[in-house]
């Protein structure tokens, strides 16, 4: 089974627009964190934001926010007022307390923001 | 500078050669990994280090493996390399901890003809 599950491959959104991007997740670990990177076409990764599991408030950075509903095992990503610049490949990722140190990545959504 | 860098950026080679991807890091951390990317895929775990002493197996590491020459260096080797290991490699360091995100090196373009 996928341990990270991103179901949308592609998104247009028109610019200035709210977006969300899903994703849910799977770990028996109660200790793990959420991540996501963004990957323009250039193709370095960004971090843009992360969510432990022990955390109760949902995380937030400038444009980004993490829509946390950890009883469903979900970690959406929310930007706001998207711009033409957010054009890019977005993963969702898990880091486990147990098991193999590293990232699990999803498969990704290719967000383009249409003007 | 860079925090993490990785040399080559860009690579091409035949098979059954033998090629070395190299990666430093001026982070101070203890833990580095490699990854590679398939177009629509994410990105897989090949193998990760705590420290200079100890590296492990990621999820996809036949026909890779490593060296941790020192903290701040992690390189990872192809002993013979295969048309299916045309990827795009990524280095990456953090601190331990759930909490602690990864920072990537910009990415090694390899292809293997």
């Known amino acids: 089974a996928q341990k990270i599950t991103q179901t949308q491959p592609g998104m247009f959104v028109q610019e200035k627009e709210a977006v969300t991007l899903d994703c849910t997740y799977d770990?028996?670990?109660?200790?793990?964190?959420l991540f996501w990177y963004k990957q323009p076409s250039s193709g370095e990764m960004i971090f843009l934001i992360y969510q432990g599991s022990y955390d109760e408030q949902n995380a937030t950075e400038g444009r980004y926010s993490l829509n946390f509903q950890k009883a469903r095992k979900s970690a959406n990503l929310v930007i706001s007022a998207s711009q033409l610049g957010d054009s890019a490949m977005y993963f969702c990722?898990?880091?486990?307390?147990?098991?193999?140190?590293?990232?699990?990545f999803g498969k990704g959504t290719h967000l383009i923001i249409q003007p | 500078d860079a925090d993490v860098t990785q040399t080559p950026r860009n690579r091409i080679t035949k098979t059954g050669k033998r090629i070395m991807l190299e990666c430093s890091q001026t982070?101070?951390?203890?833990?580095m990994y490699w990854y590679r990317q398939d177009p629509g895929l994410g990105l897989r775990l090949i193998y990760y280090?705590?420290?200079?002493?100890?590296?492990n197996k990621g999820e996809i590491s036949d026909g890779y493996s490593v060296s941790r020459q020192a903290q701040a260096k992690f390189s990872l080797s192809l002993e013979s390399a295969i048309p299916n290991q045309t990827a795009l490699y990524f280095c990456a360091t953090s601190e331990s901890g759930t909490g602690n995100e990864q920072y990537f090196g910009p990415g090694t373009r390899l292809t293997v003809t």
């Open positions: 280090s705590f420290d200079v002493k100890d590296i």
């Open positions: 770990t028996s670990d109660q200790s793990y964190g």
């Open positions: 982070k101070g951390h203890d833990r």
């Open positions: 990722a898990m880091r486990e307390a147990g098991g193999a140190d590293g990232l699990t």
